[in-house]
């Protein structure tokens, strides 16, 4: 997702537009080619929807997963040159399709433009290669990234930490492959811990972006195979929707059942699912779930209407159901780019009868935001987004938040989360699991109300108990 919000973010607001209009829509069915290997290609994409894989044409082996929001065939207008892997659609998958010849139109005809676009390109394609380099560097360590500088502060707690898992396994032998309940809070503890000096270390202690990559690369080294043991952790590290974040994602932090190969792959789960971000996950589950009954208790004698933006498992919606004698009371429009969260809600929907109470909208929010697309949404008590933003620079968050407000009726709340700088398990997000977020703080928030329509500050600000989500509220 990212990667073309990066790209729209290096724009104007009509390079945003104009990039919208001249696309034309392409539907990619489940395991079809998208893209051949070695074959011209003619088209900027973006993936409005689905899921598609990147391949080694050679082998077949999957290089990587492109999700909405990411970008195909950037590397071919740059260059010039032909694909050198195939790109094949993982589900039913949708395509935003851009003619090069009409960018390369436009980038002559307006200079100004080519100059944004080149710049974008070229900061997205620079990302790619320093992780790409990373890989290299964790296939064959050098002994500058074995011993990087700021290295020393780190190693000592990852080899306690490797001890005692390995101590944890022994143990689990000799009690039916189950790790005591005392180790384990031991070792999480221990692994908490770390996690604050990693945080105090990379941003506090080394101000070289170098030095950052190069430790990022050793502590890939030591602790991914320990990730790639637990099914979180490792769900969290491989990213099989595109993003960290994905519904299932979600629903398995919410769930908070460890799972692995092994007991030491359970353990090292329980360690990621007690992380202080994972925990402030499941505490705003509750945090929203009492803002929508606020909502409900507002309309007395009438029915709360509530639309969740990137609404991912819902949880917090089902909670706010679970609570009430009457469910027409509330309608919920739950919105999302990811159609198999859809239909895992509307399937969760079904089950417990509430279908009538909730729509569900496949929806590209970008596209709104920036005003190609509309929504009939109108007249809502509460709308509200858990963590959309978190990825989102800060032109978007204005734009998505004009659009939120045409969706209010006079009185109604807007509520959108986003995590804090003070977020302990930053340095593992960004430099172990690759999960980069946009942290923003009270006053940040403020800022960004009073620059959109809603044009003040915000009018509340929460946090859930972990102290690491907070919650801006507007009222329209």
């Known amino acids: 997702m990212q990667h073309a919000i990066a790209l729209l973010e290096?724009?104007?607001?009509?390079?945003?537009?104009?990039?919208?209009?001249?696309?034309?829509?392409?539907?990619?069915?489940?395991?079809?080619?998208?893209i051949e290997a070695g074959q011209d290609i003619d088209e900027l994409s973006i993936v409005v929807q689905g899921l598609l894989g990147v391949f080694a044409d050679e082998v077949g082996t999957q290089l990587a997963a492109v999700g909405p929001g990411?970008?195909?065939?950037?590397?071919?207008?740059?260059?010039?040159?032909?694909?050198?892997?195939?790109?094949?659609?993982?589900?039913?998958?949708?395509?935003?399709?851009?003619?090069?010849?009409?960018?390369?139109?436009?980038?002559?005809?307006?200079?100004?433009?080519?100059?944004?676009?080149?710049?974008?390109?070229?900061?997205?394609?620079?990302?790619?290669?320093?992780?790409?380099?990373?890989?290299?560097?964790?296939?064959?360590?050098?002994?500058?990234?074995?011993?990087?500088?700021?290295?020393?502060?780190?190693?000592?707690p990852i080899e306690r930490f490797k001890q005692a898992v390995f101590t944890a396994n022994e143990e689990a032998g000799d009690n039916d492959d189950e790790v005591p309940e005392a180790t384990r809070e031991r070792i999480s503890e221990e692994f908490h811990g770390f996690c604050v000096l990693l945080n105090e270390v990379m941003t506090d202690d080394i101000d070289n972006e170098r030095v950052r990559e190069e430790i990022a690369t050793r502590l890939q080294h030591e602790l991914l195979p320990y990730i790639l043991l637990a099914d979180t952790a490792e769900r969290f590290s491989s990213k099989p929707r595109g993003y960290a974040g994905d519904f299932l994602t979600l629903e398995m932090i919410y769930r908070n059942e460890p799972g692995g190969q092994n007991?030491?792959?359970?353990?090292?789960?329980?360690?990621?699912?007690?992380?202080?971000?994972?925990?402030?996950?499941?505490?705003?589950?509750?945090?929203?779930?009492?803002?929508?009954?606020?909502?409900?208790?507002?309309?007395?004698?009438?029915?709360?209407?509530?639309?969740?933006?990137?609404?991912?498992?819902?949880?917090?919606v089902f909670d706010a159901?679970?609570?009430?004698?009457?469910?027409?009371?509330?309608?919920?429009?739950?919105?999302?780019?990811?159609?198999?969260?859809?239909?895992?809600?509307?399937?969760?929907a079904a089950s417990e009868g509430l279908v009538r109470q909730m729509s569900f909208v496949s929806e590209n929010l970008i596209r709104l935001a920036l005003g190609r697309s509309e929504s009939d949404i109108r007249d809502q008590d509460l709308v509200y987004s858990i963590g959309l933003i978190d990825y989102l620079g800060d032109d978007l968050v204005v734009r998505l938040m004009d659009l939120v407000h045409g969706m209010l009726r006079p009185g109604g709340r807007i509520i959108l989360g986003n995590i804090h700088p003070r977020n302990h398990t930053r340095g593992l997000m960004d430099h172990v699991l690759d999960w980069k977020l946009v942290h923003r703080t009270e006053a940040d928030m403020d800022r960004l109300f009073a620059a959109s329509a809603f044009g003040r500050p915000s009018t509340n600000i929460r946090f859930e108990d972990e102290g690491i989500n907070l919650f801006a509220e507007c009222i329209r």
């Open 263 to 316: 007991a030491v792959g359970r353990l090292i789960d329980h360690c990621f699912l007690d992380l202080s971000a994972a925990r402030a996950v499941r505490h705003r589950r509750g945090l929203l779930a009492a803002e929508i009954a606020a909502a409900i208790a507002s309309r007395p004698g009438d029915t709360a209407q509530i639309t969740s933006l990137a609404c991912g498992p819902a949880r917090e």
């Open 70 to 156: 990411e970008l195909l065939g950037e590397m071919t207008l740059v260059t010039g040159t032909p694909p050198t892997e195939t790109v094949r659609a993982l589900e039913n998958s949708t395509l935003l399709a851009i003619p090069f010849a009409r960018v390369e139109q436009r980038a002559e005809q307006e200079p100004t433009f080519a100059a944004r676009l080149y710049r974008s390109l070229a900061r997205l394609l620079g990302v790619r290669l320093r992780a790409a380099n990373s890989r290299l560097r964790l296939q064959s360590p050098t002994e500058e990234v074995r011993h990087p500088p700021g290295w020393s502060r780190l190693s000592e």
């Open 321 to 348: 159901f679970s609570q009430l004698e009457d469910p027409t009371v509330l309608h919920a429009n739950l919105l999302d780019i990811d159609l198999q969260a859809l239909a895992f809600v509307a399937d969760k």
């Open 10 to 34: 290096g724009f104007t607001d009509g390079d945003a537009d104009w990039l919208f209009a001249a696309g034309q829509q392409r539907d990619v069915a489940q395991g079809a080619t998208a």
